[in-house]
């Protein structure tokens, strides 16, 4: 299996801040990597796919970038609405696998 | 839109067998390119993949979880299905009900179900 490693586990901020969150695979997954939203007491949000594209009505803050092992997950000016936890996905081979997850919480 | 809702007991007794039903709006559950799929979350811990399944047949699920679990697709409602025999606690959690995009740039969920928690114990 693919292990998925986020960090950090959480990150405290304040609204304008950036805020980066990193995702590493245990091993190369070229491109394929998914970032979900999860408030509390809802389901995930697709945030981000294939690494890179924005999901179709996620605001622009919100950007994806790498590719093999390492990959980033960055809000650029953090709104009071993403204080949320955050979770890859590793969208490369079976089984798929989630990293632990990093949860954005109020300065 | 697309929009997915779990229903089923919340609560199942250690050994028995956990019973699950996500019912499809919006998109027929025997559109062929269309993967349907199970994810849980244990109370305060991350996402676990169960499986996923199409109406061709093609099934996947989770090497951790397959000497238990049975998916199946219900066609006229337009449902689909998990069970997961001989649970114990480890396995209460949240569990979501979510569509797999499958495409040449990978696998992803969208959209998920709200969500049901299921508890055993006795």
């Known amino acids: 299996d693919i292990q998925m490693t986020q960090s950090p586990s959480s990150v405290s901020a304040s609204v304008g801040d950036r805020v980066i969150i990193t995702c590493r695979a245990s091993?190369?997954?070229?491109?394929?990597l998914a970032w979900y939203q999860q408030k509390p007491g809802k389901a995930p949000k697709l945030l981000i796919y294939?690494?890179?594209s924005l999901q179709s009505g996620v605001p622009s803050r919100f950007s994806g970038s790498g590719s093999g092992t390492d990959f980033t997950l960055t809000i650029s000016s953090l709104q009071p609405e993403d204080f949320a936890s955050y979770y890859c996905?590793?969208?490369?081979?079976?089984?798929?696998?989630f990293g632990g997850g990093t949860k954005v919480e109020i300065k | 839109q697309l929009q997915l809702q779990e229903s089923g007991p919340g609560l199942v007794k250690p050994s028995e067998t956990l019973s699950l039903t996500c019912t499809v709006y919006?998109?027929?559950?025997?559109?062929?390119?269309?993967?349907w799929g199970w994810i849980r979350q244990p109370p305060g811990k991350g996402l676990e993949w169960i499986g996923s399944?199409?109406?061709?047949?093609?099934?996947h699920d989770n090497p951790s979880l397959t000497s238990r679990v049975t998916l199946s697709i219900d066609t006229s409602k337009n449902q689909f299905s998990l069970r997961l025999s001989s649970v114990t606690a480890a396995d209460t959690a949240v569990y979501y009900c979510?569509?797999?995009?499958?495409?040449?740039?990978?696998?992803?969920?969208?959209?998920w179900g709200q969500g049901t928690l299921v508890t055993v114990s006795s």
């Open positions: 979510a569509r797999r995009v499958a495409t040449t740039l990978g696998n992803w969920f969208d959209p």
């Open positions: 919006g998109a027929s559950v025997s559109t062929i390119t269309y993967y």
């Open positions: 399944m199409s109406y061709s047949g093609s099934t």
């Open positions: 091993q190369g997954i070229s491109s394929w």
């Open positions: 294939a690494a890179s």
């Open positions: 996905q590793q969208a490369n081979s079976f089984p798929l696998t």
